[in-house]
């Protein structure tokens, strides 16, 4: 099972990006998919998850209104990020979980599968 995201970069307060993240090896129905990012020395925290047949969607606070996630198939989901913010500076990671309820989405640890990250910087 590979997690592959895409889509960071450079952009500037109040741009716009949306991220990828491909999954592989299996078809990912009835996996939760979602976004974590970690800016450096912080804790990796939740930004957005949505169920595997996109009927449910969930996001930090932080992010909500301005960050939209979509899942265009079983495994791919993207992650729409606009007005952004320095403060949304980090690595970006997609995860992946088969069993996870939806209560536990926001939780890194309980997340099955990651992939790589991606880097979005947000210039002020």
């Known amino acids: 099972v590979q997690l592959q995201a895409s889509g960071g970069g450079l952009v500037q307060a109040g741009g716009s990006l949306r991220l990828s993240c491909l999954a592989s090896?299996?078809?990912?129905?009835?996996?939760?998919m979602g976004w974590f990012r970690q800016a450096p020395g912080k804790e990796r925290e939740f930004v957005a998850a949505?169920?595997?047949?996109?009927?449910?969607r969930s996001y930090a606070d932080s992010v909500k209104s301005r960050f939209t996630i979509s899942r265009e198939n079983a495994n791919l989901v993207y992650l729409q990020m606009n007005s952004l913010k320095p403060e949304d500076a980090a690595v970006y990671y997609c995860?992946?979980?088969?069993?996870?309820?939806?209560?536990?989405?926001?939780?890194?640890?309980?997340?099955?599968?990651w992939g790589k990250g991606t880097l979005v910087t947000v210039s002020s």
């Open positions: 995860a992946a979980d088969e069993t996870l309820p939806s209560t536990r989405w926001n939780s890194a640890r309980d997340m099955n599968h």
């Open positions: 090896g299996r078809t990912f129905n009835n996996y939760v």
């Open positions: 949505v169920s595997w047949s996109a009927g449910t």
